[in-house]
């Protein structure tokens, strides 16, 4: 991807031409598994963009070189969510903005002509982990919209998908990540799992304001229908998502797994109260 980039890059002289007349773009993110996959359909079935190169849950994998080789080297200078893009190293910061340019410019590519007919084509791209370098995508970006996706971090801490504690753990709370024991890694999970939360919310309600759009994945299962309008209209999108589209916002099993774990919940509760708490889960 990165020497597809710079291939492109060399064959463009003006990389941001095009992004120059795009609406501004809708981000989705939040912690891995909290359901931005559902956000990400019932956008694409009311007609914005989210891209073409997807993987499985409907990521832009074309952002996937960016936040590996990037989020890190910023967290372990940072160790926040909350920062201001002056915090970043100089040198650092201008390479994550320029990538940031690139990819978004490079994205656009495969966006169908006439992708809208209702005027300026709305557009998004859907990657959990883009809520680590919001601050910077923001700079790049200062009329984004950010959907943050919450889901309940007790079902989180026992989820298998352990990416982001694996990868950004260390980084953010500048001390080891172990799964050495399945306590460890629970505690571990909701603690980034909080963290993470709690500080892309203090962001987006400081900074994007009316532009930072929370959903809870819980509520979205419970009432499909008046949460995508409740985010719709917050994105100021005229359409209603189809009735197949919202049929297939579906609760998963998942729902409640931490209760469980009876020998495990109150250690992780303990981790995560903070989060659990301010996101209305205890």
């Given amino acids: 991807m990165l020497r597809k980039l710079s291939t492109w890059l060399s064959q463009n002289k003006s990389p941001l031409a095009k992004l120059g007349g795009m609406s501004a773009p809708i981000v989705v993110g939040g912690t891995g598994g909290s359901g931005t996959r559902v956000?990400?359909?019932?956008?694409?079935?009311?007609g914005v963009y989210m891209g073409k190169a997807l993987n499985q849950p409907g990521d832009a994998m074309q952002f996937e070189p960016l936040l590996d080789e990037k989020i890190n080297p910023v967290l372990s200078q940072v160790h926040s969510l909350d920062y201001t893009p002056d915090a970043v190293e100089k040198e650092l910061r201008k390479e994550i903005l320029q990538i940031i340019h690139q990819t978004a410019a490079l994205y656009i590519e495969d966006m169908p002509q006439g992708a809208n007919s209702e005027g300026n084509p709305r557009w998004g791209w859907k990657n959990p982990r883009s809520m680590f370098l919001l601050p910077l995508i923001h700079s790049v970006f200062p009329e984004l919209y950010y959907i943050h996706v919450v889901r309940d971090g007790r079902d989180?801490?026992?989820?298998?998908?352990?990416?982001?504690?694996?990868?950004?753990?260390?980084?953010?709370?500048?001390?080891?990540?172990?799964?050495?024991?399945?306590?460890?890694?629970?505690v571990q999970a909701i603690e980034l799992w909080s963290k993470a939360n709690l500080d892309t919310a203090a962001y987006g309600e400081k900074q994007l304001k009316e532009r930072y759009i929370r959903v809870r994945f819980e509520d979205l299962c419970q009432n499909p229908e008046a949460e995508a309008v409740r985010m719709l209209s917050a994105l100021s999108i005229p359409r209603s998502p189809t009735e197949a589209a919202l049929k297939s916002v579906e609760k998963p099993t998942s729902v409640g797994r931490f209760q469980e774990e009876a020998d495990l919940i109150e250690a992780v509760t303990k981790a995560g109260r903070v989060g659990l708490k301010e996101f209305g889960y205890l």
């Fill in 39 to 46: 956000v990400q359909a019932l956008l694409s079935d009311v």
């Fill in 156 to 186: 989180m801490a026992f989820s298998k998908n352990q990416n982001q504690p694996h990868k950004h753990y260390q980084a953010l709370f500048n001390k080891p990540y172990s799964a050495s024991t399945r306590e460890k890694a629970a």
